[in-house]
């Protein structure tokens, strides 16, 4: 065997399935062998392993399994994003949510919201783009944002607030001029988000299957999409659990066009369209 062709038994391959449950919750599929060699095949030449069993020794050694294994999760993660990812969703908020809190004369002071599954920001900065756009008609609100994801490298990128130029493509322009900056020279070809954007924003390490404390919270909603298909049944429930008790009473929840509240009809009511309103 070279260092090129890397190969996985089925007993590497179902340790790997089981250490990933067992660390994050997510679902490693049987068909996803291909995956997983595509995806970490690249570490292990980097560690100058040539097999995947050596692979395993070290992500199994209590001297440096934690840190390989924060390595692990962000390379099999995945980040699929893009502002204003299906629209609709701020579109309700816009358009039904936020004015209902103002016509019922509920609006509170502070008004929170968590984008669990951040990825590298694109989700957490078009929400501050939603709320700081209502805020200059209802100047008296503080909106706070928690962004929080268990790939540690995309939370870096996320907190910079830089992304290529071709990430405006569904930023409308009007939004674009009024929170992004344009870079120049060395940063051509870049855009960065304006500090009145990132300051309304807390980016937080957080694993959702092994959940530590919030620094945000009771949230009016939780945007959590095209997450929970890739957990365990188990973990998507203890998950769910988890955003329940942190809404406030008939806060909403957000999930992926392909996502359901996955029988847990007692705790939330649809609304439409992937848009979930706890039940008290």
Not at 130 to 156: M, Q
Not at 173 to 189: A, I, M, Q, R
Not at 194 to 213: T, V
Not at 259 to 271: A, G, P, T, W, Y
Request: proline share 5%.
């Amino acid at each position: 065997m070279t260092d090129l062709d890397f190969s996985l038994s089925d007993n590497e391959f179902k340790g790997l399935q089981d250490l990933i449950s067992q660390e994050t919750g997510i679902q490693i599929s049987d068909f996803k062998r291909v995956f997983l060699v595509a995806r970490l095949s690249p570490r292990l030449k980097e560690l100058g392993f040539h097999r995947f069993n050596e692979y395993l020794g070290l992500l199994q050694d209590p001297v440096y399994n934690k840190e390989e294994i924060g390595k692990l999760i962000n390379r099999i993660t995945t980040n699929e994003t893009r502002f204003f990812r299906e629209q609709h969703h701020f579109e309700y908020l816009n358009r039904t949510y936020l004015p209902s809190l103002v016509q019922t004369g509920q609006i509170p002071k502070k008004i929170s919201f968590w984008s669990a599954g951040c990825a590298t920001g694109e989700e957490a900065y078009t929400l501050a783009m939603v709320l700081s756009d209502f805020r200059e008609s209802h100047p008296w609100i503080e909106p706070r944002i928690l962004a929080t994801d268990i790939d540690s490298e995309a939370l870096s990128k996320a907190r910079t607030g830089l992304f290529p130029e071709k990430a405006a493509a569904h930023i409308p322009p009007d939004s674009l001029k009024k929170y992004f900056l344009k870079g120049v020279k060395e940063w051509t070809g870049w855009i960065k988000t304006r500090a009145a954007l990132k300051e309304m924003i807390s980016f937080q390490y957080l694993n959702l299957h092994k959940p530590g404390p919030l620094s945000l919270g009771p949230f009016n909603g939780i945007f959590c999409r095209n997450v929970l298909i890739y957990f365990l049944p188990a973990s998507r429930e203890k998950s769910l659990e988890l955003f329940r008790r942190s809404l406030l009473p008939e806060g909403l929840l957000f999930l992926g066009h392909s996502e359901n509240i996955f029988d847990k009809e007692e705790d939330f009511r649809s609304l439409g369209e992937t848009v979930y309103q706890r039940i008290d």
